[in-house]
Protein backbone atom coordinates (compact mmCIF):
# COMPACT_ATOMS: atom_id res chain seq x y z
CA UNK A 1 0.00 0.00 0.00
CA UNK A 2 0.93 3.64 -0.43
CA UNK A 3 0.71 6.45 2.82
CA UNK A 4 0.66 10.02 2.16
CA UNK A 5 1.53 12.86 4.09
CA UNK A 6 0.60 15.96 3.61
CA UNK A 7 2.28 19.17 5.41
CA UNK A 8 2.44 22.66 4.97
CA UNK A 9 -1.33 24.00 5.78
CA UNK A 10 -1.71 26.94 8.45
CA UNK A 11 -3.67 29.93 9.38
CA UNK A 12 -3.02 32.71 6.61
CA UNK A 13 -4.78 36.10 5.78
CA UNK A 14 -6.57 36.86 2.53
CA UNK A 15 -4.51 37.33 -0.12
CA UNK A 16 -1.20 35.45 1.61
CA UNK A 17 0.37 32.22 0.29
CA UNK A 18 0.85 28.84 1.31
CA UNK A 19 2.66 25.87 0.10
CA UNK A 20 1.33 22.68 0.46
CA UNK A 21 3.52 19.37 0.80
CA UNK A 22 2.84 15.15 -0.11
CA UNK A 23 4.64 12.81 0.62
CA UNK A 24 3.88 9.11 -1.10
CA UNK A 25 6.03 6.26 1.10
CA UNK A 26 5.48 2.73 0.89
CA UNK A 27 5.36 1.72 -2.42
CA UNK A 28 7.88 4.10 -4.22
CA UNK A 29 8.37 1.87 -7.35
CA UNK A 30 4.14 2.76 -8.08
CA UNK A 31 3.44 5.39 -10.64
CA UNK A 32 0.69 7.50 -10.02
CA UNK A 33 -1.28 10.63 -10.93
CA UNK A 34 -1.34 12.57 -8.03
CA UNK A 35 -3.66 15.59 -6.83
CA UNK A 36 -5.26 17.75 -4.39
CA UNK A 37 -8.61 17.90 -3.41
CA UNK A 38 -10.79 19.73 -0.63
CA UNK A 39 -13.52 19.89 1.51
CA UNK A 40 -15.29 22.23 3.63
CA UNK A 41 -17.23 22.24 6.26
CA UNK A 42 -21.13 21.10 5.12
CA UNK A 43 -19.62 20.36 2.12
CA UNK A 44 -18.98 17.48 -0.37
CA UNK A 45 -15.23 16.96 -1.29
CA UNK A 46 -13.92 18.88 -4.21
CA UNK A 47 -11.28 18.32 -6.90
CA UNK A 48 -8.44 21.06 -7.02
CA UNK A 49 -5.60 19.99 -8.95
CA UNK A 50 -4.08 17.15 -10.44
CA UNK A 51 -1.12 15.92 -13.07
CA UNK A 52 -0.47 12.57 -13.85
CA UNK A 53 2.80 10.66 -13.60
CA UNK A 54 3.95 11.82 -16.77
CA UNK A 55 4.03 15.38 -15.45
CA UNK A 56 2.20 16.66 -19.18
CA UNK A 57 -0.88 18.05 -18.38
CA UNK A 58 -1.86 19.71 -15.23
CA UNK A 59 -5.70 20.67 -14.75
CA UNK A 60 -6.96 22.68 -12.23
CA UNK A 61 -10.62 23.41 -11.03
CA UNK A 62 -12.18 27.14 -12.02
CA UNK A 63 -12.18 28.46 -8.71
CA UNK A 64 -8.23 28.47 -8.29
CA UNK A 65 -7.28 28.06 -11.72
CA UNK A 66 -4.37 31.15 -11.91
CA UNK A 67 -3.55 31.29 -8.28
CA UNK A 68 -2.91 27.54 -7.74
CA UNK A 69 0.09 25.66 -9.27
CA UNK A 70 0.35 21.60 -9.17
CA UNK A 71 3.88 20.07 -9.19
CA UNK A 72 5.85 17.35 -8.47
CA UNK A 73 8.80 15.62 -8.34
CA UNK A 74 8.58 12.06 -9.10
CA UNK A 75 12.47 11.20 -7.55
CA UNK A 76 11.41 12.16 -4.15
CA UNK A 77 7.33 10.70 -4.41
CA UNK A 78 6.12 14.13 -3.80
CA UNK A 79 3.34 16.36 -4.99
CA UNK A 80 3.25 20.24 -4.40
CA UNK A 81 0.63 22.71 -4.45
CA UNK A 82 1.76 26.55 -3.77
CA UNK A 83 -1.08 28.72 -3.21
CA UNK A 84 -1.34 32.29 -3.64
CA UNK A 85 -3.79 34.78 -3.69
CA UNK A 86 -5.30 32.97 -0.99
CA UNK A 87 -9.44 34.05 -0.27
CA UNK A 88 -11.71 33.17 2.59
CA UNK A 89 -13.37 30.31 0.56
CA UNK A 90 -10.39 28.42 0.02
CA UNK A 91 -10.87 27.40 3.86
CA UNK A 92 -10.96 23.89 3.89
CA UNK A 93 -9.21 20.11 5.24
CA UNK A 94 -6.88 19.70 1.55
CA UNK A 95 -6.09 15.92 1.06
CA UNK A 96 -3.81 14.48 -0.90
CA UNK A 97 -4.55 12.05 -3.66
CA UNK A 98 -3.05 9.28 -5.77
CA UNK A 99 -4.10 7.12 -8.47
CA UNK A 100 -2.82 4.85 -11.13
CA UNK A 101 -0.82 6.46 -13.99
CA UNK A 102 -3.30 9.14 -14.99
CA UNK A 103 -4.37 12.71 -13.35
CA UNK A 104 -6.54 11.99 -10.23
CA UNK A 105 -9.90 14.01 -10.88
CA UNK A 106 -12.98 12.99 -9.13
CA UNK A 107 -13.85 11.02 -5.58
CA UNK A 108 -14.17 7.88 -7.52
CA UNK A 109 -10.95 7.98 -9.31
CA UNK A 110 -8.89 7.64 -6.26
CA UNK A 111 -6.83 4.68 -4.90
CA UNK A 112 -5.06 6.00 -2.06
CA UNK A 113 -5.82 9.21 0.55
CA UNK A 114 -3.71 11.77 2.98
CA UNK A 115 -5.21 12.37 5.87
CA UNK A 116 -5.44 16.07 5.27
CA UNK A 117 -4.15 19.07 6.32
CA UNK A 118 -6.14 21.87 7.53
CA UNK A 119 -5.92 25.46 5.25
CA UNK A 120 -7.87 28.55 7.15
CA UNK A 121 -7.86 31.64 5.39
CA UNK A 122 -8.85 34.48 7.72
CA UNK A 123 -8.05 38.07 8.66
Known amino acids: QVQLVESGGGLVQPGGSLRLSCAAS????????MGWFRQAPGKEREFVAA????????YYADSVKGRFTISRDNAKNTVYLQMNSLKPEDTAVYYCAIKPWSAPRTDTDVDYWGQGTQVTVSS
Open 26 to 33: GRTFGRYG
Open 51 to 58: LPWSGVGT
